[in-house]
C-alpha cells in the first residue's frame, strides 16, 4: 500500500474528462428543450460548491481516503458497515456505466457483436489500467486530455462549418418559466455529473500538493460545466430541441450530420473515441474506489482484488437491465431519486458535520491545555 | 478473504439490482431473479459464466499466494 | 629447465574482487607480505591452465644477468612493440646498485626500465595467468621476488569509419569500434572536462569482459550512478558479448517489448546525451554503447537534429512522430474500417477499394497478415543477403511480389500500398529498437482490428498508452516530460527550440546542475548608419 502521487495537471485532467466525459454523449437535461443551457450553467455553479465540500473533507485530514475520514469521523464498525454500502454504489454505478459505452457501442459501432463481448473487452482494458495503480490513470488521462479537447472542438467546428447550426433553434428561452429549471437541477442535474465527484475524495489523498489543489479543482468544475454548457449549445442549435430530447445519443447524431466537401462525412469514430475516454476514466475512477473500499475493511491492497471485482463489474454490465429502456428508466426514476441523495449528499454533510465537531473540540482542549 | 469478498459483492451486486427491478416493476423476488438470468442466448450466458469462473479462481489463486507468503518469512528484497 | 628452486613462500589470496578497480601503483603498495612463488610452480600452473593451446609461448630471456622465461600468448601481443621492447640492450646490463632479490630492488629495477610502458607486479600464478588473458606478457626469473608482466595488447581491429545503421546528412561520421580503448578514447576527445569519468568493470564469469561506464561527475544523479554501479556488480552470467546481453540484465525487470535503454554507434550522440546527465555504458567488443536512464521521447531524437537548423529539425521531429503513428494505425485501421464499418469512408474512395477488392478471397484481416507476414521475410532476407545482391533482390523483391500477387487476385492494390507506406514509415525512428518494438505492436494490433474493429484498435492504443505510462527506467518514468507534464522540458520534444534556447537539462534526470547556459545575448546586426557619412 504504497503513496501514490498524482500532479496538478494529472487531476486537472482527470476531472475534466471524468465530468465531461459520460455527460457529453448521453447528453444531460435534454428533457428541458430549450433550457437545458441555462440548466447546466446553474447546476456548474452549484457543481463548484459540491466540490468545494468535498475538498474540505479531504482539506480537514489530508492523507486521509474517504473511507479513512469515515473512521475518524465514526468509529470502525460504523464506517466498515457504511463503507459496505459505499463499496456496492461506487461498484454498481461503474456498472451502469459501462452499460451506458457497451449501449452506445452496440447500437452505433459493432451491432452484431453481442453485448458481453463488448463488456468483458472494456472491463479487461479498465482492470489493466486500475491494476497498474491510479499514477497510470492520472498519467493517460493526462495524455489524452488535449486530444479531448481536440476532438470537441473539432467536432464543433465541423459542425459551423456544414451549416447546420440554426440560431432559432434555441429560442424560445425559458419560454415556461423558471420552474422546470429547477425542477431539472434538483435533483436531476446536480447528481449527475457533479455529484459523482464524490469519487474524487478517494483520490484526493494521493495528490502532491493538496494546497494548490483546491483552485485546480474548482477551475476543472468550471471549465468543464462551461464545456458542457456550450456543447449543449451546439448541439441545440444543430439538431433543434425534439431530436435532442428524444435522441439517445445526441452527440452522435449531431456529428452524423456534418458533411463538409463531401469529403469529411461520417465522423462516428471521433464521438465514439470521445466517449471511449470519458468512460474509460469515469468507470476506472470509480472501481478504483470501490476497491479502495475493499482494500479498506480488508486492510489487503486493493491491486489484489483488481481482476475478481472487475470480473463482476463485468457480469453485471449485463445484468443490470434488460434492455435500454429498462436502463434509462432506472436511471432517471431510481438512481437519480433514491441512490445518489444519500450517498452524494446526505453521508458526506454528516461527515463533514462530525468532523468539523471533532475538530472544534479538539481546538477547545488544546486551549484549555495551553491556557492552563 | 479475497475469494469471500468476490462472493460478498456478488451477491450484494446481485440483491441491489434485483431490488430495483422489483420496485420498478412490481414482480416479485424470485421472479426477477429468474428473469435476469435467463433471457439471454446460450453462447452468451456461456461467456458470462466463464467470466464469474474466470474471476472465482483468480481470487482463490490470490488467496492460496497470500497464504503462502504468510506461512514462510519474508525474504529480504535486494 | 630450471632445477634449482629456492622455495618462495606463496601468497595468500587477497582482494580478489578489488582487482577492477585497484590501478597498477597500488597493487604494488599492496603486497603485505612476503611470499612469493617458485618459478617451477608458475610454469606447471601456466601450462596446466592453458594446456596445449598453440598461441602460448614460452621462450627463455635474460634480465639484468639472470636466467628468466619469458611467457606471452601470441594472439594477444603487438609483436613488433615486444620485440621492440626486449631488443632494448638496457634490460640485460646488470645494475650492481639494486639488490634484484628484494622487492624493493625489483620494484626500483621496473620503475627504471620499464617505466611508463604499464608494468605491474604481480605474485600469484592465477593473477599472471590473468594478465596473460589481458594482452601482457610475463617475465618470471628464480632469483626475482614478483613477477613482471607489461602490457601491450595489439588493437589492429577495425578502424574508425562511418556508422552503419545511424547515419546523417550533418555531422561527425565517426563510429564506435569494438575495441574500447578506441571507444573510450572518442568520448574524451568531444569533452575535454576532468569532470568525465571511466569506471571499469570484468563482467562474464567466463569471459570477463571488460565494460566501462561513464558519466559526468558533476552533472549525473549520483543515486542513479550507484544504482547502475550496483546492477553491473550484480550480473552474474557466465557470458557477455554485446551490449544487449548487458542491456537484458541491466534495465528493471518488466514484461515490455518498448526498449528501457538507448544504444548507439555514434560517439556524439554518447557525448550528447553524457553532458545531459545520462550515464553511458561501454562494452568491449562491440561498437554499440547503452545510455541509461532513458525515456520514450529520447528514442525520435536523432543527433543530426541539433546540426541543422531548429526549424527544420522540429518539422523532422514531427514527421517521426507521425510515422509512429502512421506504423501502429494504418493496417490496423484499414482492416478495422473495411470490415465492420465500411460506413466511415468517404463514398468515393469506398467504391474504388471495393473494386479492387472484388476478386480477393481472402477477408481483409487474412489479406493483411498475408502481406505484413511475406513483408517481413523479404526484410529478414534483405539483411542477410550479402551486398552485392542485396539490395537488387530486395527492391525487386518486395514489388514484384507485390505486384504479381495484386495481378494474381490474392491481394488488392491498395493493400500493397499500406504495406509499403508501413513498411517505409517503420524506418523513419532513428533507433532500431523502437522500430523493432513498434512492429511487433503493429501486428499485435492487426487481429484486434480484426475481431473487434476500430473499437478494438482504440482499445489497443490505450492499452498501449496504459503500458507506456507504467514503465520506469532506473526510477524516470517512462514518459516523461510528457506525463508527468513538465512544461520546462517541453523544448526539446516535439519541436526544438533554437541552440540558443535550450539552457536547461532534463529535469526528469534530477541532475545536479540543471542549467546548461545563461541567457545568451543574441546578435544584432551593427548599425548601418556610419555608411552614408562616410
Redesign the interface.
Known amino acids: 500500500m504504497e503513496k501514490e502521487n498524482l500532479s496538478l495537471t494529472q487531476l486537472l485532467a482527470l476531472e475534466f474528462i471524468f465530468l465531461l466525459g459520460s455527460a457529453i454523449i448521453m447528453g444531460v437535461g435534454t428533457e428541458l428543450r430549450q433550457n437545458s443551457w441555462i440548466a447546466i450553467a446553474i447546476a456548474t455553479v452549484l457543481g463548484t460548491g459540491i466540490m468545494y465540500l468535498f475538498y474540505t473533507l479531504n482539506e480537514l485530514l489530508p492523507n486521509h481516503n474517504l473511507f479513512e475520514i469515515m473512521e475518524y469521523g465514526f468509529t470502525r464498525p460504523v464506517a466498515i458497515f457504511i463503507s ?1 454500502f459505499y ?2 454504489y461506487f ?2 454505478i461503474s ?1 451502469r456505466l459501462n452499460r451506458d459505452f457497451v449501449e452506445l457501442i452496440a447500437t452505433a459501432i459493432l451491432p452484431l457483436t ?4 463488448i463488456s ?1 473487452t472494456v472491463m479487461l482494458v479498465i482492470i489493466y489500467i486500475v491494476y497498474l495503480g491510479v499514477e497510470v490513470l492520472a498519467r493517460v488521462s493526462e495524455i489524452f486530455f488535449p486530444y479531448l479537447l481536440g476532438f470537441i472542438f473539432l467536432l464543433i467546428v465541423f459542425l459551423f462549418a456544414s451549416g447546420r447550426i440554426k440560431l432559432q433553434n434555441a429560442q424560445p428561452m425559458l419560454g415556461d418559466g423558471f420552474m422546470p429549471v429547477i425542477k431539472g437541477i434538483f435533483p436531476g442535474l446536480i447528481t449527475f455529473p457533479f455529484g459523482e465527484l464524490i469519487v474524487f475524495t478517494v483520490i484526493l489523498s494521493s495528490v502532491t500538493h493538496l494546497k494548490k489543489a483546491k483552485k485546480v479543482v474548482l477551475l476543472g468544475v468550471v471549465m468543464a460545466g462551461f464545456s458542457l454548457t456550450f456543447a449543449t449549445v451546439i448541439m441545440l442549435m444543430s439538431l433543434g430541441a425534439d431530436t435532442m430530447e428524444f435522441s439517445i445519443f445526441p452527440l452522435l447524431s449531431a456529428a452524423r450530420k456534418i458533411s463538409i466537401a463531401n469529403f469529411i462525412e461520417r465522423t462516428d469514430a471521433l464521438v465514439v473515441f470521445i466517449m471511449l475516454l470519458g468512460i474509460l476514466v469515469k468507470s476506472s475512477l470509480f472501481f478504483y474506489a470501490g476497491l479502495k473500499g ?1 482494500e479498506y ?2 486492510r ?1 491492497p486493493y491491486r ?2 483488481t ?6 463489474v ?3 454490465t ?3 437491465s ?1 434492455n435500454f429502456a ?1 436502463h434509462e ?2 436511471g432517471l ?2 438512481v437519480t431519486r433514491y441512490l445518489h441523495p444519500p450517498m452524494q449528499f446526505g453521508i458526506p454533510f454528516l461527515l463533514l458535520g462530525i468532523i468539523l465537531w471533532k475538530t472544534k473540540k479538539r481546538q477547545k482542549a488544546n486551549k484549555k491545555s495551553t491556557a492552563v | ?3 469471500f ?2 462472493l460478498a ?2 451477491m ?3 440483491s ?2 434485483i431490488f ?2 422489483t ?2 416493476f412490481h414482480y416479485s423476488f424470485m421472479e426477477t431473479a429468474m ?3 435467463y ?3 446460450t ?2 450466458k456461456l ?2 459464466a466463464l ?2 469462473i ?3 479462481i ?2 482463490i489463486v ?1 488467496d492460496v499466494r ?1 497464504k503462502r507468503k504468510k506461512g514462510n518469512p519474508e525474504q529480504p528484497h ?1 | 629447465m630450471l632445477t634449482s628452486e629456492r622455495p618462495f613462500v606463496r601468497v595468500r589470496r587477497k582482494l580478489r574482487e578489488a582487482k577492477n578497480t585497484i590501478s597498477s601503483e597500488d597493487k604494488q603498495l599492496s603486497i603485505l607480505e612476503n611470499e612469493m612463488i617458485s618459478l617451477h610452480e608458475l610454469k606447471e600452473s601456466i601450462l596446466s591452465a592453458f594446456g596445449q593451446t598453440a598461441d602460448l609461448i614460452m621462450e627463455q630471456v635474460r634480465i639484468a644477468e639472470e636466467e628468466g622465461i619469458l611467457f606471452y600468448l601470441n594472439s594477444t601481443i603487438d609483436k613488433s612493440q615486444l620485440q621492440q621492447t626486449l631488443m632494448n640492450k638496457h634490460t640485460n646490463q646488470p645494475n650492481s646498485s639494486l639488490d634484484l632479490k628484494t622487492v624493493e630492488g625489483i620494484q626500483d629495477f621496473c620503475e627504471q626500465m620499464f617505466g611508463g610502458s604499464g608494468y605491474k607486479l604481480t605474485q600469484t600464478a592465477e593473477e599472471a595467468i590473468n594478465e596473460l588473458l589481458d594482452g601482457s606478457f610475463v617475465i618470471a626469473s628464480k632469483n626475482f621476488p614478483l613477477i613482471i608482466s607489461i602490457g601491450m595488447p595489439n588493437t589492429n581491429l577495425r578502424q574508425v569509419a562511418e556508422p552503419t545503421s545511424q547515419t546523417v546528412i550533418r555531422g561527425p561520421k565517426d563510429s564506435f569500434v569494438e575495441a574500447s580503448s578506441i571507444n573510450l578514447s572518442l568520448i574524451r576527445r568531444r569533452i575535454r572536462n576532468s569532470n568525465l569519468r571511466f569506471e571499469e568493470f570484468s563482467i562474464g564469469s567466463e569471459t570477463k569482459t571488460k565494460v566501462y561506464i561513464g558519466y559526468m561527475n558533476e552533472i549525473a544523479n549520483e543515486k542513479i550512478v550507484e544504482e547502475v554501479r550496483k546492477r553491473l556488480n ?1 550480473i552474474n552470467v557466465s557470458a557477455i558479448f554485446e551490449s544487449g546481453n548487458i542491456e537484458e540484465l541491466l534495465v528493471d525487470k518488466t514484461l515490455t517489448v518498448f526498449p528501457l535503454a538507448f544504444n548507439t554507434e555514434r560517439p556524439d550522440t554518447v557525448a550528447g546525451e553524457l553532458m545531459e546527465g545520462k550515464i553511458c555504458i561501454v562494452v568491449d567488443g562491440t561498437p554499440f554503447a547503452l545510455l541509461v536512464p532513458v525515456v520514450f521521447t529520447d528514442f525520435f531524437i536523432s543527433s543530426e537534429d541539433y546540426y541543422h537548423h531548429y526549424m527544420i529539425s522540429s518539422f523532422l521531429r514531427v514527421i517521426r512522430y507521425i510515422s509512429f503513428m502512421i506504423v501502429l494505425i494504418v493496417p490496423s485501421a484499414y482492416v478495422g474500417i473495411l470490415t465492420y464499418h465500411p460506413e466511415l469512408v468517404p463514398t468515393y474512395l469506398l467504391i474504388n477499394i471495393m473494386a479492387q477488392r472484388e476478386g480477393v478471397p481472402f477477408p481483409a484481416v487474412v489479406e493483411v497478415l498475408i502481406m505484413e507476414f511475406t513483408f517481413e521475410i523479404l526484410r529478414e532476407a534483405g539483411i542477410r543477403m550479402p551486398r552485392a545482391v542485396g539490395q537488387t533482390v530486395s527492391i525487386v523483391g518486395a514489388l514484384v511480389i507485390g505486384q504479381a500477387a495484386a495481378e494474381a487476385g490474392l491481394i488488392s492494390n491498395i493493400m500493397v500500398i499500406i504495406v509499403a507506406i508501413t513498411a517505409t514509415a517503420n524506418f523513419v525512428a532513428p533507433v532500431y529498437s523502437l522500430s523493432a518494438a513498434t512492429r511487433i505492436l503493429r501486428l499485435i494490433l492487426i487481429p484486434i482490428a480484426g475481431f473487434l474493429g476500430l473499437y478494438g484498435v482504440l482499445l489497443g492504443l490505450v492499452v498501449m498508452v496504459a503500458h507506456l505510462a507504467s514503465l520506469r527506467s532506473f526510477g524516470v518514468p517512462y514518459l516523461a516530460p510528457i506525463a508527468p507534464l513538465n512544461m520546462k522540458d517541453q523544448k526539446d520534444v516535439f519541436i526544438r527550440f533554437p541552440y540558443w534556447g535550450l539552457r536547461r537539462r532534463p529535469s526528469y534526470l534530477r541532475t545536479a546542475e540543471p542549467i546548461k547556459q545563461e541567457k545568451s545575448d543574441l546578435n544584432t546586426p551593427p548599425d548601418m548608419q556610419g555608411r552614408n557619412g562616410g
Open positions: 459496505v463499496i456496492i461498484l454498481y456498472s453481442p453485448i458481453e463481448v468483458l475493499l475493511i480488508f489487503i489484489d482484488f481482476f475478481p471485482i472487475g470480473m463482476t463485468a457480469c453485471f449485463v445484468w443490470v434488460a429498462e428508466e432506472e426514476v431510481f | 478473504m479475497v475469494t469478498s468476490f459483492v456478488f450484494l451486486l446481485g441491489l439490482v430495483i427491478d420496485l420498478l428473469n435476469m438470468f433471457f439471454q442466448l453462447e452468451d461467456i458470462l467470466m464469474g474466470c474471476g472465482m483468480w481470487a490470490v497470500r535486494s | 550484480k
